[in-house]
Nanobody
Framework: QVQLVESGGGLVQAGGSLRLSCAAS????????MGWFRQAPGKEREFVAA????????YYADSAKGRFTLSRDNAKNTVHLQMNTLKPEDTAVYYC???????????????????WGQGTQVTVSS
């Protein structure tokens, strides 16, 4: 059974940076699509970024383009989300997810993912 554990969240001022990590255990992540989502208080969970299985092509929500970078470290069985130029509207709980279905190569909707981490809080102050 694969498990995902996020880390790296915290409090940062607007314009600052954070690097979120998602460490996987129980399964090698190199062959799976993975993604990051976030959920702010009172809002629905929204897509942030995804990485495709096989070639590690990355895809970002418009809100993340140019500021966030998703990468995969197969040696450490970990994915990282580097977040730069953070804004107060980036404040949310960030979740890492894995899509275990063989037919899923890249996914931007939450229902495509069946393994989720517990989340890590990111707070950006103005």
């Amino acid at each position: 059974q694969v498990q995902l554990v996020e880390s790296g969240g915290g409090l940062v001022q607007a314009g600052g940076s954070l690097r979120l990590s998602c460490a996987a255990s129980g399964r090698t992540i190199s062959g799976y699509a993975m993604g990051w989502f976030r959920q702010a208080p009172g809002k629905e969970r929204e897509f942030v970024a995804a990485i495709r299985r096989g070639d590690d092509y990355t895809y970002y929500a418009d809100s993340a383009k140019g500021r966030f970078t998703l990468s995969r470290d197969n040696a450490k069985n970990t994915v990282h989300l580097q977040m730069n130029t953070l804004k107060p509207e980036d404040t949310a709980v960030y979740y890492c997810a894995l899509a275990s279905a063989a037919y899923t190569s890249l996914a931007t909707v939450a229902r495509e993912y069946d393994v989720w981490g517990q989340g890590t809080q990111v707070t950006v102050s103005s």
